[in-house]
């Protein structure tokens, strides 16, 4: 027998190819090849495929029916596929983004955003189709995952004017209104050209059957095996194989399976068998993992399954076996009853247990499908312990809703007497389902969890489900199961009248104690970490020190590099808490270990930490790209996103700016009240003390631990009661201080650090009038910042020194009209009164308009070099192409392509190029007009960027110089016009400014 020739196919052939040949020479498309199982869709696009694979990029992928299918996994194989053809080279010039690699399991598996990753695939592609046009083949997409085909229509529409083909096959007959694809699978048609595949005439069936038998039916043969087959290329070769047997057409076998079972009956009962037992794997199988299964030599299994190739039903690749039709694998398995079928997946998942190596073979979502349908043929333990470990695994590979499913299916799977593995993982399915934004089942969920730890009476396991819920809700029942699990650690209940944060550390304290009793490593870590979450703020630095040399240690003994990562960074933070000068060797240490880890995640990870301290030792430049470049390589993560904005924030406020910030914006990672902190400190810069005491209130009223920003709550109590000139307040904070003189206010696991406390129990004592102990602290300050070479915190000191040295201000101006920058500062004087204001963009504007009076500034010549505007940032802000023009633009161009289909239907070679060769042109003006997305290019955008930044910063600039200066804040309303070009023209009576 040999291979099939494309037979009765040929409109269908000439429509794809014409698709094909359009995508070599100018753009590509959506191509849907539709029909019923076994018509011939793959065969079709594969021959396409393969008459341009020399000058195209091909990449092929195929669905499979099966729960444990990752999501995007048609895309993972499309990315495998291109790899592969390019080489790494030229895989690595596409410059793919950090998602991508997450995405093939190379990253950190953090999560990116569904945007984010849908914008790295698509712009992958486009990369790539410039290096050839690029012909990508998805196969069975009816069985495909939902993200899969939500990616699809993504990069179909981002990639309208780019040599991309997609060619898809499904078999519409199956989408019906039930299907879990349906809706999707409009909207992808509606927007594709559809070729559709129905069953071969008589004359097709009769060559078919001659080159699948290797004779020629008779005519009655040909109209028989035609009319019970539909025509269908696939149950034709099927039918041509039974009669080639020498056995008769059967006239009363209909249907699909009735037709594959009587193939499958001619098969020696040896190879049916392995066969059936091959079916359990799924369409693709390995014949180690089928011998450790069955208990049979693998080489009698290959002698078994290479005799089975010969039949057409399986073949052979590198390193596995494929069954040639899902068809085929189906109407196998199905011969099964239910109880034998789940003895098979057991037999699969212990041969995988006893024999690590075959794990290579398969997803751990693969696993732990075989480990969920074997039912009570697996021992519980071992179900549950791959179901979740495929649970953790979906979830490190940014699938939340596969992480659902499997922890669901652990809990499901756990026995009555385990107790702990449920608990810990309905925790775990908790934090997936709040994470999908179903707050009530989370609560739930987690409610749960508490409520079975506390009736199992083991506080160990009450401790950690305590720890691991949500700390901001329900704050007096999350205090009683706290203290009911201390009572039951120390045999004693905890001493009365003590905060939700004193309870916890005490509890912990407990629960290290009978951990380490325990021997449990697990334990250990759980405890340690805790307890290091749980203790931030003055005077726990050595205590965290302690916690991570102790995991550090157990890292040693049980090879956990992610733990290792971890405990090194947060060494580096405790020491410089201490300020201890080794901080700087020891982050060096970190990032060593961060470079080798070969991971997205650490090596950004080893940015922001090295960013960190260029910001407290002054090197803002290279701290603000050390951040833009970690946002590039660990975009993908939203803790990580709050991370960097919040450092961003941090680099500002060192700037001697006064950084916004709005408490929407970190809620999610670092709690409700972490932005109202934020801008709390900011509304003090600014000057705006009724704003900062209302935030000062809100979060005195809050219930959650502020936790790992302790530290930096301080430092705003401490900024604020000198504005507010609240001396009870400073002399508590001075109080709480003083006895952890030495150390540094550190926050944020290390992103926020305050400068030395020293510092800010100077401005304490300052403030409230003892000058000889603020020297000596400022004093002290200086010796602490020097020795850790943070300039910033050494200069301000020594400006907290020169204050104490100067004569006392006071409100009255001195001679002339002042608007004048000193350091971070800024000295306004206007009309006898003096208001100092801290630097900001909006002043810097003022200063330069008030240096040119009566002359119009382009609000482009204000921006600073960072900002600089392109040379059109003067033309005007009109469209290059109107919307009308737009879319006739696009109509004509939809009519070209139909044309162009027409004359390639035909044959009308020479149309189509001409028709092709006007669209090109169509499109290169098209692609001139419109920029990203097919979205109207604006003249000057550039321009009306620059009037409207320069305008909002000076507008806001003036309401806080009214605030605190309404006579100069009149002025300079008056005298001061913004726009494209702004001036300042102050009359005839024009001050006479010292600037």
């Not at 008769?248 to 009587?262: E, I």
């Not at 250990?524 to 020190?545: D, E, K, M, V, Y």
């Not at 990562?565 to 947060?570: D, F, I, Q, R, T």
């Not at 737009?886 to 070209?896: D, M, N, S």
Request: with cysteine; glycine share 8%.
């Amino acid at each position: 027998m040999t291979d099939s020739p494309l037979i009765g196919r040929d409109h269908p052939a000439a429509a794809l190819r014409a698709a094909v040949d359009r995508t070599a020479a100018s753009h590509g498309g959506l191509v849907l090849v539709v029909g019923e199982a076994g018509i011939g869709k793959t065969a079709l696009v594969t021959e396409a495929a393969a008459a341009r694979r020399d000058d195209l990029l091909v990449a092929f992928a195929t669905s499979w029916e099966s729960e444990a299918v990752p999501d995007n996994w048609l895309w993972v194989q499309v990315l495998r596929s291109l790899r592969g053809r390019l080489g790494e080279e030229q895989w690595r010039s596409l410059r793919p983004a950090p998602a991508i690699d997450v995405f093939l399991g190379e990253g950190d598996g953090s999560r990116p955003l569904e945007f984010e990753l849908h914008d790295a695939v698509t712009q992958l592609l486009i990369n790539a189709s410039r290096i050839r046009p690029l012909l990508i083949v998805l196969d069975d997409l009816h069985f495909s995952d939902t993200a899969s085909i939500e990616l699809l229509k993504f990069a179909c529409q981002h990639t309208f004017f780019e040599r991309v083909l997609f060619v898809g096959t499904y078999r519409d007959s199956e989408v019906d209104p039930g299907h879990r694809l349906r809706g999707r699978m409009l909207q992808l048609v509606s927007k594709a050209a559809v070729v559709g595949l129905e069953g071969l005439t008589e004359d097709g069936v009769a060559a078919l059957v001659e080159a699948t038998a290797g004779a020629a039916p008779d005519p009655d043969t040909v109209a028989e095996i035609t009319r019970r087959t539909g025509g269908n290329p696939f149950f034709v070769e099927q039918s041509a194989l039974l009669w080639a047997s020498g056995q008769p057409v059967d006239a009363t076998s209909a249907g699909m399976r009735d037709a594959l079972r009587r193939r499958l009956d001619q098969l020696p009962t040896p190879i049916r068998r392995m066969l059936t037992l091959a079916s359990v794997g799924g369409r693709e199988f390995h014949a180690g993992i089928m011998a450790q299964a069955a208990g049979i030599d693998r080489y009698q299994i290959e002698a078994a399954l290479d005799l089975a190739c010969q039949t057409r039903l399986v073949r052979r690749e590198r390193d596995r076996y494929v069954f040639v039709h899902d068809l085929v694998r189906e109407t196998l398995y199905h011969s099964m009853d239910p109880a034998e079928a789940a003895h098979h997946h057991g037999c699969v998942v212990r041969a995988l247990e006893a024999d690590e190596s075959l794990k290579k073979h398969m997803l751990d979502t693969e696993i732990a499908h075989h480990a969920w349908v074997a039912g009570d043929d697996l021992d519980p333990e071992t179900a549950v312990e791959l179901i979740a470990r495929a649970g953790a695994k979906s979830s490190a590979c940014m699938s939340v809703a596969g992480a659902e499913k499997y922890f669901r299916r652990a809990v499901e799977r756990c026995t009555p007497d385990m107790v702990r593995r449920r608990v810990l993982l309905r925790l775990q399915l908790a934090e997936s389902v709040r994470w999908l934004k179903r707050p009530d089942e989370a609560r739930a969920l987690f409610a749960a969890a508490l409520q079975e730890a506390e009736d199992h009476g083991d506080p160990m396991l009450l401790t950690r489900a305590a720890m691991d819920v949500p700390q901001d809700e329900d704050l007096p029942e999350l205090m009683r199961l706290k203290a009911l699990a201390y009572e039951g650690l120390a045999g004693e209940p905890p001493e009365p009248g003590l905060d939700h944060e004193a309870l916890t550390r005490r509890l912990l304290y407990r629960f290290m104690i009978a951990a380490r009793a325990s021997g449990d490593d697990e334990e250990i870590s759980f405890g340690l970490w805790a307890t290091h979450a749980a203790n931030w703020g003055p005077g726990t630095a050595a205590q965290r020190q302690e916690i991570v040399e102790e995991l550090a240690e157990i890292t040693r003994r049980t090879g956990d590099e992610e733990m290792r990562l971890l405990a090194s960074s947060l060494r580096w933070v405790v020491l410089l808490e201490q300020g201890d000068p080794s901080y700087t060797a020891q982050l060096a240490e970190f990032r060593a270990l961060a470079a080798l880890a070969e991971s997205d995640r650490w090596q950004g990870g080893s940015l922001v930490d090295q960013a960190v301290i260029d910001i407290v030792q002054g090197r803002f430049d290279r701290a603000q790209s050390l951040i833009d470049e970690a946002a590039d390589m660990i975009d993908d993560d939203r803790a990580y996103l709050d991370l960097l904005g919040h450092l961003r924030w941090e680099l500002q406020l060192a700037r001697g700016e006064v950084p916004e910030a709005n408490p929407d914006v970190w809620r999610s990672t670092f709690g409700d009240h972490h932005g109202d902190l934020l801008a709390g400190i900011a509304a003090v810069r600014r000057g705006d003390v009724e704003r900062a005491r209302g935030i000062r209130e809100q979060l005195d009223g809050a219930h959650d631990l502020f936790g790992s920003w302790e530290s930096l709550r301080l430092r705003f109590e401490a900024e604020f009661a000198v504005a507010d000139g609240d001396p009870d307040l400073a002399r508590d904070l001075y109080d709480r201080l003083a006895p952890h003189e030495g150390e540094w206010l550190v926050a944020m696991w290390g992103t926020s650090i305050s400068g030395p406390i020293s510092h800010w129990l100077g401005t304490l004592a300052a403030f409230l009038g003892d000058a000889e102990r603020a020297a000596a602290h400022f004093e002290a300050a200086v010796k602490q910042a020097e020795r850790l070479d943070a300039a910033p915190w050494s200069a301000l000191a020594r400006a907290g020194l020169a204050d104490l040295a100067a004569p006392a201000r006071t409100g009255a101006a001195g001679p002339g009209d002042v608007f004048r920058r000193d350091g971070a500062t800024w000295t306004l004087a206007y009309a006898g009164t003096v208001l100092h204001l801290p630097h900001a963009k909006g002043l810097a504007d003022l200063h330069e308009l008030l240096s040119r009076p009566g002359e119009e500034v382009a609000a482009a010549d204000l921006l600073e070099p960072s900002e600089a505007v392109a040379a059109d940032a003067r033309l005007g802000g009109d469209d290059v192409l109107d919307a009308e023009s737009r879319a006739r633009f696009r109509e004509h161009l939809e009519t070209l392509d139909e044309q162009i289909d027409a004359a390639a239907a035909v044959g009308d070679d020479a149309r189509a190029a001409a028709l092709d060769a006007e669209r090109q042109a169509l499109i290169e003006h098209l692609k001139a007009a419109t920029g990203l997305g097919g979205r109207a290019r604006r003249l000057g955008d550039n321009h009306e960027r620059a009037r409207k930044s320069v305008t909002n910063r000076i507008r806001n600039t003036l309401k806080k110089i009214e605030d605190g200066h309404p006579a100069l804040g009149a002025h300079l309303r008056e005298a001061v016009a913004t726009g494209s070009s702004c001036s300042y023209r102050p009359g005839p009576d024009a001050p006479e400014w010292t600037l």
